[in-house]
């Protein structure tokens, strides 16, 4: 029975969802919590608690930060009430990096404007829009092909944002009265020594939880990274980085192809850990 799915996007970042299809999508599902954890942003939430006290679904303010450390490395937060002036800087860098990327399309021709691009996808823009209106244009097959051929990294349309350092982004999570997880650990290519040196950095500034289970992570990989967070003391979290249509392959709740189960008990520590 799968019963959370703790990392979920919506239409306030990059997913294509509104917060509350993706409430009564979870509700239909049969999942009993989901967390809205959305890129730097938590303007999901008002549309998700409104749409789960119909259908008696639990929602999780969370929020996913992008930080960097090397490599760029996501810390979820979870029960965020205020984060105000570090999202303010993110939201103002990624509102920069945007209007570069935009503009770098419009002086190759193609009908693209960032106030036309507000105005249609809400105001928490990422790569993935510019993916889709590549598609649309004819430009790209699919969202793949945007990111190997545009948007992703090196790419003709790739802009880099200045993301904020690792330590700082932890702690501004901490200051939130969010629990700061850290998100699928194995996105960062570290073997295990590597990887237990970025959580416990993390742990230094005041990290409280590792995301075990993920979209695509195999059982074995689960078990690593449970037997990891118990190691170190720290909460296992799973879920499926849902993201509508920008991502297919992966559905709410069940990750790809059925891979993902997170149970609730999992929420229930959560909840403690953050005085809820
Ligand atoms: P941004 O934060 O605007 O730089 O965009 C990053 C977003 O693009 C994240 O949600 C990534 O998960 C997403 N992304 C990266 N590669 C791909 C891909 N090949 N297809 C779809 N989304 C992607
Ligand atoms: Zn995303
Ligand atoms: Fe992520
Ligand atoms: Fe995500």
Redesign the pocket.
């Known amino acids: 029975m799968r019963e959370i799915d703790l990392h979920v ?1 919506t239409t306030a ?2 997913g294509t969802d509104a917060p509350a299809e993706v409430v009564r999508r979870a509700a239909m599902l049969g999942l009993r919590a989901v967390a809205i954890t959305d ?2 942003n938590v303007g999901g939430y008002a549309g998700a608690f409104s749409a789960a006290h119909d259908c008696g679904m639990e929602v999780v303010p969370g929020i996913e930060v ?1 930080t960097k450390y090397g490599v760029a490395v996501h810390i979820l937060g979870y029960y965020v009430e205020n984060l105000v002036p570090l999202l303010a800087d993110i939201v103002n860098d ?1 509102d920069r ?2 209007e570069k990327v935009a503009a770098l399309m419009a002086s190759d021709g193609l009908p693209v404007s960032y106030g036309m691009m507000k105005k249609r996808f809400g105001d928490v ?4 829009h510019f ?1 889709e209106l590549l598609i649309e244009f004819g430009l790209a097959r699919d ?2 092909d ?3 051929r545009f ?2 990294k090196g790419m003709k349309y790739y802009v880099p ?1 200045t993301i904020i350092d690792l330590d700082s982004s932890v702690e501004a999570i901490v200051a939130s009265g969010a629990v700061p997880v850290l998100a699928h650990p194995f996105q960062y290519k570290k073997n295990d020594s590597e990887l237990r040196e970025l959580i416990e950095r993390c742990m230094d500034h005041g990290l409280r939880g590792l995301e075990c289970r993920y979209s695509g992570y195999s059982p074995e990989q689960s078990a690593y990274l449970e037997c990891l967070a118990e190691e170190y003391g720290l909460l296992k979290t799973g879920g499926s ?1 849902y ?1 509508g249509s ?2 297919p392959h992966i559905a709410l709740g069940s990750g790809i192809d059925g891979n993902l189960e997170v149970p609730y008990e999992w929420l229930e520590r959560l909840k403690e850990a953050a005085g809820q």
């Open positions: 996007h970042s990059d890129h730097d992008s990624r990096r945007n823009i990422g790569r993935p993916g969202m793949d945007a990111f190997a948007v992703g944002r980085d993201h920008h991502k």
